[in-house]
């Protein structure tokens, strides 16, 4: 199954769940309106918007739409329901916060939600139904031949066999004095006999994990494939450069291999990341700050002689320095930019202990995402000190300064936030820092934003202090 065809039926799959929900919405809104005329025609378009919102994110926080969950009806149905609490949980909050502002009837939200889950449940069935359909139909199984065995054909293999591409591997052409192991799949025929075993068993695929540089008889089985009009594909193996996942562009026609994620780099992204930024730090400085800081600079200024506001100089994106924010949570010392806060520690004020147990003496740090330094998700900055430190003890350090560093991040939500008394503790959080650089999609930075604010309400923060 290819790639185009997945995103199609991934792209009708979302607007369908979307329609079960208008759906819902508008069943439930007949039904309430005949014997409820509190509901106000208001309301009711604003309830739908606002839902809509809450399934998309709530799909996007699951990963419900990935193409490893989509084309896997178990792991749909699991996170299906996953996706579902969540979206309820959402809903409830809402109409518990907004109630007073659009009245919208406990009658109503109850038959919405028992109304969607029936349709949510029969659309999954027709969508297992039509893709079975489809690729028993459209999609035939093809023969597959793998040339070479080895750690790429072994991998490989178990690739062809786990993805739905209708594919049937026949087994390996290898030459004895070349296996070394006992293999899953027979070993069918040995290279120079490779045609002739692929025409006997109907083979329409040959995969070749041994390069023309290893054996130039590869060159002469490619054009005999051809000729018998068998797809030959050729598998390089880059073990030998990285043990990690790449990706593959081109320049022209000249390949290029980068080592980590861009799509953390791509323009759009970059505009969707700094637009997601944006947003949230202007709401933030005008709806909490525009109170919040007078009151704290009140509680700081009682008691201790100083400034409410402490800037540091810490490291950013591309090892560059910037002045990091922070409401000030101890008396004025020289130790300030050289020692990292511990437990007990005797420069922490009363009021300094607090808004560092809440995590508030971060907040002012969204005027430095409004002006470009930070991201609201990204990497933790450390001091300067610290960066010269440790990049000269943990591998890969100086990986996380290729992102925008951030008020939350991976690490963050992870545990990994506070003192450091040991390298194990500092190599973790690089480990997750380079997780999230490898892994990043706007999906997931909605994901730790939530879970962040999950964790500061309902979670005790651990190395606070």
Known sequence: MNNKFKKQVQLLFIFSDLFCLYLSFEISRVLILNYDNRYLISSEFFDWKLSSLFWIYSSLFSGLYSKKITFNFNKLIKNTINTFYFFITMLLIENVILNNYFFVSTSFLLWQITFFILLLSFNRLIYNLIIRYVFSKYFTTNNVLILGYNDTAIKLAKYLNSELMGLHIIG????????????????????????????????????????????????????????????????????????????LNYLNELPVLSLHNDAIDDLGNIYLKRLLDICISILVIVFILSWLIPLIGLLIKLESKGPIFFSQSRTGINNRLFDCLKFRSMKLNFDADKIQAVKNDSRVTKIGKFLRKSSIDEFPQFFNVL????????????????????????????????????????????????????????????????WYLENWCIGLDFKIIFLTIWTLIFKRQVNAY
């Open 172 to 247: 390996f052409a290898e030459d004895k004095l070349n296996i070394q192991s006992i293999s899953n799949y027979p070993i069918v025929s040995n290279l120079e006999n490779a045609l002739k075993v692929a025409r006997d068993f109907n083979v329409r695929q040959i995969y070749s994990t041994i390069s023309p540089s290893q054996n130039s008889f590869i060159n002469k089985l490619i054009k005999q494939a051809e000729d018998a009009c068998i797809r030959f594909r050729m598998v390089p193996d880059l073990s030998v450069l990285t043990n990690k996942p790449y990706n």
């Open 371 to 434: 002006k470009g330094d930070m991201s609201i998700v990204g990497p933790r900055p450390f001091m300067v000190k610290h960066t010269d430190d440790y990049s000269k003890i943990v591998n890969n350090y100086m990986l996380r300064h290729f992102l925008k560093p951030g008020i939350t991040g991976w690490a963050q939500i992870n545990g990994l936030r506070g003192e450091i008394n040991n390298q194990s503790q500092i190599i973790k959080r690089v480990s997750n820092d380079i």
